[in-house]
């Protein structure tokens, strides 16, 4: 237990690994929290303005559908506006105070300034408007009799009997896989912890390794302490790092808080025994070894979407086999399967498949450490 003490002591002087492990996720998770905090209130829908001319020859039906026409929520989909004539409209339609024209020239045709996806929704039911308007023209023309139970049908939506299947999960907000992607950042900067803690028992690194190399205590056991130290602190700091995305940065993550926290503190310990792997096994000096654990959890944060929400979509799609393995994936993935999906069998193979990862490193570093003699210190 003395060990154990002094190691995090240790640990807790060097100020530039609290930092990068503590200040630097914080600091991010800030940017986070001002970047995304009020964006659900800024893409709540609106209207999407349409233009129609007085005199055109427009179905009246088709105009009041227009008006009608509501989203799931009972929101109006269009604003319809009113013109004198096509040179009104079209001037509102650069002013960008419309996103479409409607006229009736041989069919209904379309006006819009530029591609977007107000002008795509507006083109979407106007196609669903021909398509229809095609379907009961052809059921008139064969069938007559069945017109009005079609149109009726149509109307009610009995076309095709849809099930929705809900996601169980308490938290749809796009935006939590960032922070998500920011705890799986903190566990992961643990591999320039368990880096130091491979350079500190390698006598031909540092000069704390040479003492510790001629110390009567077993090198197993050294090795054994210093990861229990460096583990229980950097639990202490993901839990911090947890805490304020909670209770300050307003991170929902209702029932899933414990099963996020265990996460984060198995992911903490993977990263450790990288860090250990690094340390044991790649030759050269400290600063190279910090060099190569800093692109580690940069290049793993970044495929887990720290920077970009879509990158492990593409990743999925293209080659998902570095998803099963990447630390950063995997714990990000294993979050999202209990927010979305409430789905705590997925949650488990992602932290056994992290865990499995994080032992097998433990093995290799201690083998190879155990392997190590010196001619002399």
């Keep these: 237990m003395i060990h154990i003490k002094y190691r995090m002591k240790t640990m807790l002087r060097q100020k530039s690994m609290i930092f990068w492990s503590l200040a630097f996720p914080l600091i991010l998770g800030m940017l986070f929290y001002f970047m995304f905090g009020g964006i659900e209130d800024l893409e709540q829908f609106q209207k999407v303005p349409v233009g129609v001319v007085k005199g055109d020859a427009l179905p009246e039906e ?12 009972e929101i109006p ?38 591609s977007d996806h107000y002008s795509s929704l507006i083109k979407t039911f106007l196609d669903q408007y021909r398509e229809n308007t095609a379907l009961i023209t052809d059921m008139a023309k064969k069938h007559p009799n069945y017109v009005s139970s079609f149109v009726m ?9 849809i099930t929705e299947i809900p996601l169980k999960g308490t938290d749809k907000d796009p935006y939590a896989q960032y922070f998500y992607a920011l705890i ?20 031909d690194l540092t000069a704390v390794g040479a003492r510790r190399n001629v110390a009567p205590t077993p090198k197993l056991r050294q090795v054994l302490y210093d990861f229990v130290a460096t583990y229980i602190l950097y639990c202490i700091i993901v839990a911090i790092v947890i805490g304020v995305c909670v209770f300050v940065y307003d991170q929902d993550f209702g029932q899933n808080a414990g099963f996020v926290l265990l996460g984060g503190w198995i992911g903490s310990f993977t990263a450790l025994a990288i860090g250990e792997v690094i340390a044991v096994f790649i030759k050269g000096t400290v600063q190279k070894k910090e060099g190569i654990c800093a692109a580690v959890f940069m290049i793993s944060s970044f495929l887990a979407g720290l920077q970009w929400g879509d990158i492990t979509f593409i990743i999925e799609e293209k080659c998902p ?13 294993g979050f999202k399967s209990l927010s979305v999906y409430g789905d705590s069998h997925r949650y488990m193979i992602n932290m056994v498949t992290l865990a499995l990862i994080g032992i097998i490193c433990v093995i290799i570093s201690v083998w190879k450490l155990r392997r190590v003699r010196y001619e002399s210190i």
Excluded: W
């Design 321 to 333: 086999v570095v998803n099963r393995i990447n630390p950063g994936t995997l714990i990000v993935n």
């Design 62 to 73: 088709f105009v009041t559908m227009l008006k009608e026409v509501k989203t799931e929520d």
């Design 153 to 161: 049908d149509m109307a009610a939506g009995t076309q095709a009997k």
């Design 184 to 203: 799986a950042m903190t566990c992961l900067i643990g591999t320039m912890v368990g880096m130091h803690n491979g350079n500190d028992i390698q006598a």
């Design 77 to 114: 989909l269009f604003q319809v506006k009113t013109y004198d004539d096509l040179t009104g409209a079209e001037k509102a339609l650069q002013s960008e105070k419309i996103y479409g024209i409607i006229q009736a020239k041989d069919d209904l045709s379309l006006t819009v300034k530029s």
